[in-house]
C-alpha cells in the first residue's frame, strides 16, 4: 500500500518566518501535487510536480521534487497571515491519487 | 483551470433519509471522478472511484449499498448516502480527472452532510 506522510502535521509559526514542509512517499511515481484546503472548503491546487529536480515557485511557496529519494518540499518564505491553512500533498499512481496526511499551518502575526 | 461543481454545498437531514450529492464538470468532460469524506481536522479518505458508464470501484470498508454512487455521464456524478445516520455526518468532496497529462485533480467545493 502506498503510504504519503507529511511533516510535520501542526505548525505554528510567526509572520515573516520561513519554514518547510516535506512530503515522503512509499512508492515510485513522477507525480506530485500540492494542494491548499482553508476551514470549511474543499482543496485548491497549488503545484503538480512532474520529474525530478522540478522546482516550481508561486508568491512565497516553492514546492521541489526529488524522486530518488521520494521527498518533495513545500517552502514558505517570509509567511503571512493569508498563508494559513491546511496543506496536502498527494502522489499520483497508476489511476489512483493518495493524500498525505496534511499539514495544518498557523502563522502568527 | 478546469470547473468542477459540487452541489449542495450544505444539507441537514432526518436519521434515515437519503440525501444526494452531485458533482459536475462543467468546462470538461471527466473520464473519471472521485469521492472522498474527510473528517475534521484529517485528511480525505478515498470513498469511491467511478468512471462513466460502469460501476464505481469502492474502497475496502465502504458499504456499497450505503454510498451509492452514478457516473451517468462523462461530466456529472452523483453520490446518494441512503438511509442516513448521525454518523454519516461528514464533509464529502467529489473530483475529477480529465484524463489528460499530467492527470490532475480538479476539487470541487465540498458537501457538508449533517444527520440529525
Known amino acids: 500500500e502506498l503510504k504519503v506522510e507529511q511533516n510535520p502535521l501542526f505548525l505554528s509559526m510567526q509572520e515573516g518566518k520561513n519554514y518547510t514542509i516535506y512530503c515522503n512517499y512509499s512508492?515510485?511515481?513522477?507525480?506530485l501535487y500540492w494542494y491548499r484546503q482553508d476551514p470549511g472548503k474543499s482543496l485548491e491546487s497549488l503545484f503538480v510536480?512532474?520529474?525530478?529536480?522540478a522546482v516550481k515557485q508561486e508568491g512565497r511557496l516553492m514546492a521541489s521534487l526529488d524522486t530518488k529519494a521520494r521527498l518533495s518540499t513545500l517552502h514558505i518564505t517570509a509567511a503571512v497571515h493569508d498563508l494559513s491553512a491546511t496543506y496536502f500533498c498527494?502522489?499520483?499512481?497508476?489511476?489512483?491519487?493518495?493524500f498525505g496526511t496534511g499539514t495544518s499551518l498557523t502563522v502568527i502575526p | 483551470g478546469a470547473v468542477v461543481s459540487q452541489h449542495p454545498s450544505w444539507v441537514i437531514c432526518k436519521s434515515g433519509t437519503s440525501v444526494k450529492i452531485e458533482c459536475r464538470s462543467l468546462?470538461?468532460?471527466?473520464?473519471?471522478m472521485f469521492w472522498y469524506r474527510q473528517f475534521p481536522k484529517q485528511s480525505l479518505m478515498l470513498m469511491a472511484t467511478?468512471?462513466?458508464?460502469?460501476?464505481?470501484?469502492?474502497e475496502q470498508g465502504v458499504e456499497k449499498d450505503k454510498f451509492l454512487i452514478n457516473h451517468a455521464s462523462l461530466t456529472l456524478s452523483t453520490l446518494t448516502v441512503t438511509s442516513a445516520h448521525p454518523e454519516d455526518s461528514s464533509f464529502y468532496i467529489c473530483?475529477?480527472?480529465?484524463?489528460?497529462?499530467?492527470?490532475?485533480?480538479?476539487f470541487g467545493e465540498g458537501s457538508r452532510l449533517t444527520v440529525l
Open positions: 512508492t515510485t511515481s513522477d507525480r
Open positions: 498527494a502522489v499520483k499512481a497508476g489511476n489512483q491519487f493518495y
Open positions: 468546462d470538461f468532460q471527466a473520464t473519471t
Open positions: 467511478s468512471n462513466e458508464g460502469s460501476k464505481a470501484t469502492y
Open positions: 510536480l512532474l520529474s525530478n529536480g
Open positions: 473530483s475529477a480527472d480529465r484524463g489528460v497529462f499530467p492527470g490532475e485533480l480538479f
